[in-house]
């Protein structure tokens, strides 16, 4: 069992910075791949970005190409989402999510993640 726990939500004024971190835990379980998702009520959950574990290659949304960056520690099984330039439209609960096997990163399709954190809200004020 992997537990992902999130942090660095808030809220921020257009234009505004936040970074997100997602620890992992009980990684008994290899982790492939991690992704960051977000979620506004009555919507469906998107994916954000997304990294391999132990990789350099990064995924990200069109919508925050540019704006977004994602990272990771794996000393500390830590994975970040730092988000600049951030939009009104960016507001939303954020989930971290991973992967022990097989996972498709792109934008439009994110499959493969079996776990997830219980989210971390941003909200970006106009």
């Known amino acids: 069992q992997v537990q992902l726990v999130e942090s660095g939500g808030g809220s921020v004024q257009a234009g505004g910075s936040l970074r997100l971190s997602c620890a992992a835990s009980g990684v008994s379980y290899r982790r492939n791949c991690m992704g960051w998702f977000r979620q506004v009520p009555g919507k469906e959950r998107e994916g954000v970005a997304g990294i391999y574990i132990g990789g350099r290659n990064t995924y990200y949304a069109d919508s925050v190409k540019g704006r977004f960056t994602i990272s990771q520690d794996n000393a500390a099984n830590t994975v970040y989402l730092q988000m600049n330039s951030l939009k009104p439209e960016d507001t939303a609960m954020y989930y971290c999510?991973?992967?022990?096997?097989?996972?498709?990163?792109?934008?439009?399709?994110?499959?493969?993640?079996?776990?997830w954190g219980r989210g971390t809200q941003v909200t970006v004020s106009s």
């Open positions: 999510a991973a992967s022990t096997g097989a996972c498709v990163m792109r934008s439009g399709s994110w499959l493969g993640f079996q776990y």
